[in-house]
């Protein structure tokens, strides 16, 4: 995947050698002159990056003096620069044993570095000896602190591990190469990854050794299909990279870096799925992209909000996660920070929406972890903002970095990015069952063909699917022109109402509730017929809603009236009659009065939004013109029912 440098190098305070910077200005812990001279040799070496000859020259001079604080030190900076961090522990060590003067600080250094490695104990004990030392520099003491916690954390943490049983994915998804999971639909059919492949002759990056390509599988028969390149557009002799997929699997989001048409050194671009095609990626442009490092999208199941990390300017960290929103004119807003509830001073990123639009995950340094990048996880709170994180524990969290992670719609599977022993390669993906405190809401999806009901023709028509208890907007998206397919995420404990439209025809109603909905929620697969604007043409209007044996309309019903006064709005040829209907239960002249009334009600409340009174009618029809039976509570239940029918055009 495509991440900033800084991940893949210690931190500048782990390496940099602060002790002893000119060695020639101060005199040295040795009065061994043979010691001294290899010494001043050795650092010249190191200089000019001849690692191999300054450690020849540093062995020689602990040789001739074993208690040569200095040479002990160069020889753990040069160690931590060629990332040897055991040897760089050893030698850092070797100057505290010496039992010289040194620069309090070493024991910082040393304590990142064993805090990196996993060996907590020593570590806490080297920021305390820090801490007592009386070190007068603030920043280094706040370094500490918080070095000083990590370790607390870790140490807390392994005692109390979560549920962790990470499998292998296997030969069809991974590789001898380095495998990073990227994404999944919401219907867990296709699985997306980025693969490090050794490079070819037309590579355009020859100053690598690797060329990074996306990958898909499909999943058949609850097995995944041999992963095959995911090819031209999208596929370069480029590098791509951290690949964010849309739930339902139209939209593509990743990052690519020094490209002509880039405006920094990493950029975002994005495709779109038309049948089995992608489009050519595009430049998501200067609103979104910096002069900096962007990357590592995810695209969240409204079909309106774009994460992603970057380092530009004004961030709180070395790199923090920033969001940008889709504009009804298709432009994209100016980038916000996240803030102080996710973002810090040090690196977040790779963040992952989860398809409920509630929960979010997301790596980091500077929440208290277990050194390096660790995953964690944030609630929205009812201000629409992501709440304090957690940290996903010990052993998915390690001292080592972790950073590729999504969660499938359901919530109950993770996949994750780990270089594992027993592995196919380098990285490998493996899947485990998420713990049930670490899960997203439980979440399903509605699937389906969008077709002209006269002439069959798959449609590409637009979906809105409405929160009914809020009115807003849940999801916005559109139906493939090609084969009229769609995909809706619905996250559970919630009713919907779901619109769908196309000019031309009339819209489409439909209702899901999904509260009190448990572990057996199932997906569903409905195909949706659209009827062209004709007179006589008529549909039920799902979402209208009444108390029982009342006609006062329920303030569920708002969205829908709002969409057939957007409808009549956009249509000012039409005239429609509301009817009204009822169910068998009860006499005639109740159902017939009932069914009246509530056409009534729809009818004045059109009116008083400004529909012209010649355009509507209204008539109750009782229990005279059944749909289904009324033997059963569901079909009773499809007989009380509201219509608008077009009466001219």
Known sequence: MIFPRSVFFFLLLNVVWISISYPQERPLSTENQKAEKLFYSAYERYQVKDFSTAHSDLKKAITADPRFTEAFILQGDIYSEE????????????????????????????????????L??????????????????????????????????????????????????????????????????ADDALFYLTRKNKKTP???????????????????????????????????????????ISPDGKYLFFAACGR?????????????????????????????????????????????????????????????????????????????????SINTLAEEMAPFIHPDNQTFYFSSKGHPGMGGLDLFFSRKTSDGNWGEPVNLGFPINTHANEISFIVNARGNVG?????????????????????????PVLTSYLKGIVYDQVTGKKLDARFELIDLGTSKTWVESLSDPVTGEFLLVLPS??????????????????????????????????????KPVQIGESIVLKNIFFDTGHYFLKEESTTE??????????????????????????????????????????YEFLIRSGIQPERVTFKGYGSSRPVDTNDTEPGRANNRRTEFKITGN
């Open 415 to 439: 996949y994750i990015s780990s270089d594992l022993p027993g592995g196919k390669g380098g990285h490998d993906i493996y899947q485990f069952p998420l713990y049930q405190e670490a899960r």
């Open 202 to 244: 037309e590579s355009l990056d020859q100053s690598q050794d690797f060329e990074e390509d996306f990958y898909f599988s499909s999943r058949h028969d609850s097995l995944w299909t041999k992963a095959t390149p995911l090819g031209a557009p999208v596929n370069t002799f480029g590098n791509e990279g951290a690949l964010s």
């Open 561 to 602: 009236l709002q969409k057939l006064i957007e409808y009549l709005q956009k249509n000012p040829g039409l005239k429609i009659e509301i009817s009204g209907h009822t169910d068998h239960v009860g006499t005639t002249q109740y159902n017939q009065e009932l069914s009246e009334n509530r056409a009534k009600a729809v």
């Open 260 to 340: 002509p048409d880039g405006y920094g050194s990493c950029d975002l671009y994005w495709a779109k799925r038309t049948d089995d095609r992608w489009s050519t990626p595009q430049n998501l442009g200067p609103a979104v992209n910096s002069p900096q490092w962007d990357s590592q999208p995810t695209f969240s199941s409204d079909g309106k909000t774009l994460c992603f990390a970057s380092k530009r300017a004004g961030g709180k960290g070395s790199s923090d996660i920033w969001k940008s929103i889709l504009q009804p004119d298709g432009q994209w807003s100016d980038p916000v920070n996240l803030g102080d």
């Open 120 to 185: 907590y104990g020593d570590a806490q004990s080297n920021f305390l000896r820090f801490l007592e030392s009386g070190d007068p520099s603030d920043k280094r003491k706040m370094q500490a602190e918080l070095g000083l916690k990590a370790c607390g954390f870790a140490i807390r943490h392994i005692a109390n591990p979560v549920p962790y049983i990470p499998v292998n994915m296997g030969d069809s998804i991974n590789s001898r190469f380095d495998d990073y999971v990227n994404a999944i639909t």
């Open 493 to 530: 404990e919630k009713n919907y109402a779901l619109n769908v439209s196309k000019e031309g025809y009339l819209f489409f109603s439909e209702n899901f509730s999904l509260i009190g909905s448990n572990s057996s929620l199932k997906p569903m697969v409905r195909n949706i017929p659209m």
């Open 83 to 118: 990332q040897q961090p055991d040897k760089a522990i050893e030698s850092y060590q070797g100057a505290i044993s010496a039992g010289k003067t040194f620069a309090p600080v070493l024991y910082t250094i040393l304590a990142n570095i064993q805090l990196n490695r996993g």
